[in-house]
């Protein structure tokens, strides 16, 4: 083989591996800001997952006192979701979002990771929270 075939071909490889890894880096950093939106210092949160793929995500100041039944019902005047709740001995529960409502599958709230089973109410977002809203 000549020497500028040589070198043509190993640039050529080269190049095709650098985009591969390129493309591998992007979905990477793409899948990562699914999952945890970046945040600004004073802002949380929220993530609605529909449990069929389908995602959607929200961000913005977290203000002092306020809770999450709160935020869903400003995100509801907004015409941003659609939500119902539900009185329970326990306090407020997420009885429908977005027009699924609890059947055999339920909304479950997660903060930070932690699922959360007490009244709405009194779950207070604070900077850099994430709450999950998973129907499952």
């Known amino acids: ?35 945890k939106p970046l945040l600004s ?37 907004e015409k941003k979701i659609t939500s119902e709740f539900r009185k329970t001995q326990k306090g407020f529960i997420l009885e429908s979002l977005e027009g699924l409502k609890n059947n055999s599958k339920s909304w479950k709230c997660y903060l930070n990771g932690t699922l959360i089973e007490e009244d709405l109410e009194k779950v207070f ?5 994430q709450i999950r809203l998973v129907y499952e």
Do not use: C
């Not at 004073?42 to 999450?68: C, H």
């Open 41 to 77: 210092k004073n802002q949380a949160s929220l993530i609605i997952d529909y449990g069929n793929g389908k995602k959607r995500f929200f961000k913005g100041e977290a203000v002092e006192g306020l809770d999450l039944k709160t935020l869903l019902e400003l995100l509801t005047e």
């Open 125 to 129: 977002i604070h900077p850099g929270d």
């Open 1 to 35: 083989m000549k020497k500028g075939n040589l070198i043509f071909w190993t640039v050529f490889v080269l190049s095709i591996i650098g985009v591969i890894f390129s493309l591998q880096n992007n979905t990477l950093l793409k899948k990562k800001a699914e999952n």
